[in-house]
């Protein structure tokens, strides 16, 4: 599957964006779960408590109620879990005891109920609205009434506070910490790691396009992300590039060989002039009649050479300005024996021993003489120019 950078990059930010959301969602579920946890067992302590401190005060006659003997009942209570502060109220008997823990003396203290609560006690006399258990921020409370004759003549009060268990929060939030933390630094990893790919693949980029300056042969290596998209067009660039330098070479090879065919075409006609003369001059001399046999027999010599160079002129004026196309039946030892004529002395001078192994049987074409003569001749000379100290070149046809 094609990965791209941006795809890449949406995963990470989904990734970051996913972790952070589940730990804040994890910290809120948590944390209403776990105060759940605390104020249903909270709640359970506290009743536990006020039943207590019912059946004391159920225990002891109304006559004998007296505040040592209500302190004597909630002491404990405070002394065993020192968050709770502990009160009893009786409009009757007019007496109000608010039980909490002294820090100082390290001991339960008992103290009015006013003092405590403050502003929290009931101004217009206890009724079930004041009653039962409540939950107040941090705190929770409950009350109890004292019924006489159905009627509310006080209450028992307990309070407790539901965050003294810190160490539940602690953890809490070090899980939402570690979460968000983790969060972070893979979002903050992710995009190192991205960042460092990127710059690794532009210097590859980079190093690839340097080395194409000097030679358009070589190739960037190509990924599958937006970068490698890059480097595979700047790799068909090159391509185009190498082909365009390929044409301009051959182009300026063919005006190359047009200059130098121009150039055999002018020495050519430079040769065959006094060519033409030396022979005009021979046949001048036989008409005289005054020459000896030996004499003849040496203008014959001469004449024959002059009509063998004669032969190579017309085959360089036929090399460097090359006939229409003309299709024929051809023999191709004769388009060979023409060549040669042609490659011998350049072969010789190159210091390269030709042999010649003809077919059997008669080999016939249908071509173009002059061009198959081009081709066996581009043969030869590619050859020749193989072997630069000389050699062995076997022609043969079959």
Request: with cysteine; aromatic share 6%.
């Amino acid at each position: 599957m094609k990965k791209t950078i941006n795809r890449q990059l949406i995963i990470l930010i989904c990734l970051v964006t996913a972790g952070l959301v589940v730990g804040i969602g994890a910290n809120f579920i948590l944390n209403q779960q776990f105060d759940r946890e605390i104020v249903d067992e909270k709640r359970g302590e506290l009743e536990k408590h006020l039943e207590s401190i019912m059946a004391g005060i159920d225990s002891i006659p109304d006559a004998e109620i007296s505040r040592e003997k209500v302190e004597a009942i909630l002491y404990p209570i405070v002394e065993n879990d020192r968050d709770i502060i502990a009160g009893y109220a009786n409009s009757e008997n007019k007496l109000e005891i608010a039980v909490d823990w002294n820090k100082e003396t390290e001991s339960p203290q008992s103290r009015e109920l006013g003092e405590i609560f403050k502003n929290d006690l009931p101004k217009d006399g206890y009724n079930a609205r004041n009653l039962g258990i409540l939950r107040d921020k941090d705190k929770i409370r409950a009350m109890k009434p004292i019924i006489e004759e159905d009627r509310i003549i006080g209450v028992v009060w307990i309070e407790d506070s539901i965050i003294s268990d810190a160490n539940v929060f602690a953890i809490v939030r070090i899980l939402t910490a570690v979460t968000v933390l983790f969060s972070l630094l893979a979002g903050i990893f992710g995009v190192a790691y991205i960042t460092r790919k990127l710059m690794r693949d532009v210097a590859r980029i980079n190093d690839g396009v340097e080395k194409m300056k000097g030679d358009l042969s070589h190739r960037i290596e190509v990924s599958s992300d937006e970068l490698g998209q890059i480097a595979g067009e700047i790799n068909r660039m090159a391509e185009k590039l190498e082909e365009q330098k390929a044409l301009e070479e051959r182009l300026h090879q063919a005006d190359k060989l047009a200059a130098l065919g121009q150039f055999v075409s002018g020495i050519a006609h430079e040769l065959r002039n006094p060519l033409g003369i030396m022979k005009g001059s021979l046949q001048l001399m036989e008409k005289r009649g005054t020459l000896t046999e030996e004499d003849s027999e040496f203008i014959e010599i001469i004449k024959e050479q002059i009509e063998r160079q004669n032969s190579v002129i017309e085959e360089l004026l036929r090399f460097a300005k090359p006939a229409k196309t003309n299709f024929e039946l051809l023999d191709v030892e004769d388009v060979i024996d023409s060549m040669i004529k042609f490659a011998g002395t350049y072969l010789r001078d190159s210091n390269i021993e030709f042999t010649r192994r003809k077919s059997a049987v008669p080999m016939t074409v249908h071509g173009d003489f002059e061009k198959l003569k081009q081709i066996f001749l581009n043969l030869i000379l590619n050859a020749a120019q193989a072997m630069p100290y000389g050699g062995e070149l076997l022609l043969e046809t079959e």
